[in-house]
């Protein structure tokens, strides 16, 4: 089974930083990608982030330039370091973890870290 460990949440002031972690374990599929979701109230789950195995990258539009996401394929972890932060960046994020395609694909979802931005 295969577990996902979010942490780094917490309340931050507009123009602040945070660094969102995200650790997998469990049987990994060693090619897989990681990535950064978030969810507002009353909206739905969008991607943030996300990056391969082999660290390609991509992000949404709306942190381009603010947001970088990493990994550390040795420990299996996902980062996400957030700069630049702001109120409308609030929303719980949640880490993914993905292989395969077809009937071998697989999803997995950490629990999610409460972010907030607001003075």
């Known amino acids: 089974q295969v577990q996902l460990v979010e942490s780094g949440g917490a309340l931050v002031q507009p123009g602040g930083s945070l660094r969102l972690s995200c650790a997998a374990s469990g049987t990994i599929y060693s090619i897989n990608d990681m990535g950064w979701y978030r969810q507002a109230p009353g909206k739905k789950r969008d991607m943030v982030a996300g990056i391969n195995s082999g660290g390609r990258t991509n992000y949404a539009d709306s942190v381009k330039g603010r947001f970088t996401i990493s990994r550390d394929n040795a420990k299996n972890t996902v980062y996400l370091q957030m700069n630049s932060l702001k109120p409308e960046d609030t929303a719980v994020y949640y880490c993914?973890?993905?292989w395969g395609s077809g009937s071998s694909f697989r999803s997995y979802w950490g629990q999610g870290t409460q972010v907030t931005v607001s003075s």
């Open positions: 993914n973890l993905k």
